[in-house]
Each structure stands twice: as structure tokens, then as C-alpha cells.
């Protein structure tokens, strides 16, 4: 029998209390976008309390969870592919709990108990907190639903439990929902309005992972640009808000300028931003700390004005242009990569060729390049026919990225025989003899190991390249270390 709990439900502390000491075992999987796994560190926070450790065996488990992603169909499919295994596991461990989390929770709500059978718990990105009260349904034998969007929550007050860290990079959450109305994104339905986090909670969060040895952050949101702290509330409010919020309120800009401030040898880097709140200030204060990394992820998703329409893009290509070109006599050398949607309903060919003249335009660092997926219950999906023929959208698509290819290897090349600073992240994945990094425009970088170690900032020189990475040698410490 379903049950939907009701968010301010206290459960029973001697189970609780009892859960706390049998220190369970939790497996989480995470899909999509980088928020979803920004969001498995805060539910393995909240667990943590109820006394869960983490696993990397599934079959040690006693609770099994999958954050999810609605963006595209293949995303949901891949999801419904790993539930059978969790299935066949739980034939042999009849006590493990398997629960559902995240936007393909939120889209599907109850439906998803009876869509799969596996499943015990279905709980979507804003109701985590009640994820205590939840578990202690399902162990008493009930599934168990909580999907309720909230207009406040950001989970500033939860210090994430970082998983499979590499010890140097970390995702901070700086926003949460979305307000801009995209016809193909089902974003504002599953993640709720947006809201911005209070930026002395994010600072206390990066000081923290600073003091723990992190170099680098991404600052994390649907849409950072969007970020507006004036004391709480949703930021379509922000024109209620008192003067003295209004004159003390703080932007994106002026967070990225505080977080620079304050850990002046930490990289920052943010994503994602979107072109129509995209703003130059934003730009001048990547210009002004060098430990901003100067690489800018700024979706266009068609080069058709009237595709943009058709997609409620508040922008125009002319204006994504005047933004290009902005960034680049602000930031030459800053590196700029996109997300491309192809085959939208009714798009054209005269569509597709414009949007392969805007990339010729821009010629992007690096994009990430989809067909069309209908989402069910988006504008696209009740008022547009998904009326571009599969074949056409693979051609396009292959179109898209070999082009994408070709640019992607122009700006690398653009490295060659220079020197640069590279953070060292891990083992490259071709070679246990070299590291692999990133350079501040978000460039892998490959090189001989040596005597350097996980964490370091090296100078590397490049010698040679791929269109998707530079190749070189070291050349000492840079002065970040």
C-alpha cells in the first residue's frame, strides 16, 4: 500500500535511535547533470546522521538509491535498465530497500511504485530532509512518497558528504530551480522556482573545503547567473523585497567576487549560465581574479532565431553574438563551450544551416550535442509535433559534431608550445605514467608523472594535441602551490 508523507511528520526516535547504531549500509548511483551529483552528497549528509555508510558494493546494501535525470528519454531508459539489476541483486537480498530520487521522481511521482515494482520510496530533489522519516516507512513494510517542490529549500544548512572525491575538485550548490520557461526543459516541473542560497553559507562551505585540502569548486546552479540573495524567497519576488534588501541584495557577480576574496588560490569555476541573464559584470570580475577559471559553459541550443522562438529563448542570435563577442574583448583568452539541441520540432534546414553558421561564428571550445527528445508534460510536448524524421536528426546531428570537431581542435591547437598551469586530478586514463588535469579553460592536460603528486598546480608546456587534449611536459611548480 503507497503512502504519501506529509513533509513535517516526525518519526518514531527510538527506531531512528536504533538505525543510528546499527550503522546500515547506503549505495547510491547518480545520473544527469552535475547537480544531481551535488545532490547525492547532501542525501548521503542526511543519511549519514541516520546512521548509513556509504558502500561501493551494491550487494552490501541495505538501501539502494538512484538520483535520477529527466532530460532526455535515453536518461529515464538508462535508469529503468540499472533497476533491473538492482532487481536480480534483490532476489538474493530480499531486505535491501531500493528508492528512486531526483527529476524522474519528481516527473513520475506514485506512478513510478507502480511502474516498478522494485521500488519502495520515491522521493523527489526538494523533500531529502524527509528522507528519515520516509526509511522508517519503508522498514515497517509501506512504499513511501515525497515529492512536494518547496519554495525555500537550497539545503544551505547541510554539509555534503563528498563521495568519490578526488580529494581536489568539489561541487557547491549555489541555486536551486529554474524560472526560465524553455519548451523543451522539464527543469522548472521537477526542480520548482528558483531560489538562491545565502552566500555566507557558501562561503563557510568552500572555507571548509579549502581548510580539507580542495582546490577547485564549481558553483553549481540550473542557471547561476540567475543567483540573487536578498535575505530568502523565491527570485521572482525579489521586486517585493524591501529597499534595504534591494541595496544590500547579492548577485551573481558580486558571490564570485566574495569567493575569489576569500581563497585566492582556489580555482572557481561555475556552471551553468544561461545568455539572456548572462551578464558582462560577470565577465569583468572573471577578468579581475586570476583564480577564476576563464572558461564560460553559455548554451545557445540553435543558431534559428525562430527555432530560439519556438524554444522560448529570451535571446536572439544577434544578441548571443554581441555576448560572444563581449566575452572575447573582455576575456580573449577565455574558452567558451555549448549544449545543442537538433531536430527541434518544425526545424528546417534552412534552421540547421544557421546554426552551423553560428557555431562557425563562435567556434566553440567543446558542446555537448543531442537530438530532440520529446519530455512529456513540457510546452514543446503538448503544442509542437515532434515532426523531424529520425534519420534527418542523425544527420544533422553527425553534421553538428564534426564540426564541433573540427573547431574543438582549432582551439586546442591555439595551445601548442605554450606553457601553462594545469591542477593534477588523478591518473590519466590511457597511461598509469601520466596525470591528467585541467588548464583554466577547462582543457584536459596529460603529462609524465615525475615527482609531482594529486593536488599540485604544474606548469606543463604543450608539445601536441588532440581535439580534445593537450599533451605535454612539465616544467616545475607554478606559484599556486
Known amino acids: 500500500m503507497e503512502k504519501i508523507i506529509d513533509e513535517k511528520k516526525q518519526g518514531n526516535s527510538l527506531v531512528l535511535e536504533q538505525q543510528k547504531e546499527n550503522s546500515r549500509k547506503l549505495y547510491i548511483e547518480s545520473y544527469g547533470c552535475q547537480m544531481n551529483f551535488s545532490d547525492s552528497e547532501i542525501v548521503a549528509s542526511i543519511l549519514a546522521k541516520e546512521g548509513f555508510n556509504t558502500t561501493q558494493k551494491m550487494e552490501d546494501a541495505d538501501l539502494v538509491l538512484v538520483n535520477t535525470c529527466s532530460i532526455r528519454d535515453k536518461a529515464e531508459q538508462t535508469v529503468r535498465k540499472r533497476l533491473e539489476k538492482f532487481n536480480a541483486v534483490k532476489r538474493i537480498n530480499p531486505k535491501m530497500k531500493v528508492g528512486v530520487l531526483g527529476c524522474m521522481a519528481e516527473r513520475l511521482k506514485s506512478k513510478f511504485l507502480e511502474e516498478e515494482k522494485i521500488v519502495d520510496m520515491v522521493v523527489g530533489p526538494d523533500a531529502y530532509k524527509d528522507l528519515p522519516n520516509l ?182 542570435r544577434e544578441e548571443y553574438f554581441e555576448l560572444i563577442d563581449n566575452i572575447r574583448k573582455i576575456l580573449p583568452e577565455c574558452s567558451i563551450s555549448q549544449d545543442m539541441i537538433i531536430g527541434f520540432p518544425t526545424e528546417t534546414a534552412q534552421d540547421h544551416q544557421d546554426t552551423l553558421e553560428l557555431m562557425e561564428y563562435v567556434k566553440y571550445d567543446f558542446g555537448y550535442m543531442f537530438t530532440y527528445s520529446e519530455r512529456p508534460g513540457t510546452m514543446a510536448a503538448r503544442k509542437l509535433e515532434d515532426d523531424v524524421p529520425e534519420e534527418i536528426k542523425k544527420k544533422r546531428l553527425t553534421e553538428v559534431i564534426n564540426l564541433q570537431q573540427k573547431h574543438s581542435a582549432y582551439r586546442t591547437k591555439q595551445h601548442l608550445h605554450k606553457t601553462i598551469e594545469v591542477l593534477v586530478e588523478g591518473t590519466s586514463k590511457k597511461s598509469d605514467e601520466h596525470w591528467m588535469g585541467r588548464n583554466t579553460q577547462n582543457t584536459v592536460v596529460v603529462f609524465p608523472k615525475e615527482h609531482y603528486k594529486v593536488g599540485d598546480f604544474v606548469n606543463v608546456k604543450v608539445n601536441d594535441c588532440t581535439t580534445a587534449t593537450l599533451i605535454g611536459e612539465p616544467v616545475g611548480y607554478s606559484e599556486n602551490n
Not at 529549500?153 to 578526488?166: I, K, S
Not at 536551486?176 to 545565502?198: A, I, Q
Not at 582546490?215 to 540573495?229: A, F, R
Not at 577578468?287 to 553559455?298: D, T
Open 135 to 316: 526509511i522508517q516507512e519503508i522498514d515497517e513494510g509501506r512504499n513511501a512518497v515525497n515529492v512536494i517542490l518547496s519554495k525555500e529549500e537550497t539545503y544551505g544548512d547541510v554539509a555534503p558528504v563528498r563521495l568519490n572525491t578526488n580529494g581536489v575538485s568539489a561541487f557547491v550548490s549555489i541555486t536551486r530551480g529554474c524560472d526560465n520557461m524553455c519548451t523543451f526543459c522539464v527543469v522548472p516541473f521537477t526542480r520548482g522556482r528558483e531560489r538562491s542560497r545565502d552566500p555566507q553559507s557558501i562561503l563557510k562551505e568552500v572555507s571548509d573545503l579549502w581548510e580539507r585540502g580542495f582546490k577547485e569548486i564549481t558553483l553549481l546552479g540550473q542557471n547561476v547567473d540567475s543567483y540573487l540573495w536578498y535575505g530568502g524567497g523565491l527570485k521572482k519576488d525579489f521586486e517585493k523585497a524591501s529597499e534595504m534588501q534591494k541595496a544590500t541584495a547579492v548577485d551573481f557577480s558580486e558571490l564570485l567576487a566574495q569567493v575569489a576574496e576569500a581563497h585566492p588560490k582556489m580555482r572557481i569555476r561555475f556552471s551553468t549560465s544561461n545568455p539572456q541573464d548572462m551578464t558582462l559584470d560577470v565577465i569583468r570580475t572573471m577578468a579581475k581574479y586570476p583564480n577564476i577559471c576563464k572558461h564560460v559553459h553559455l548554451p545557445v541550443q540553435s543558431g534559428s532565431n525562430r527555432i530560439l522562438k519556438e524554444m522560448n529563448r529570451l535571446h536572439t
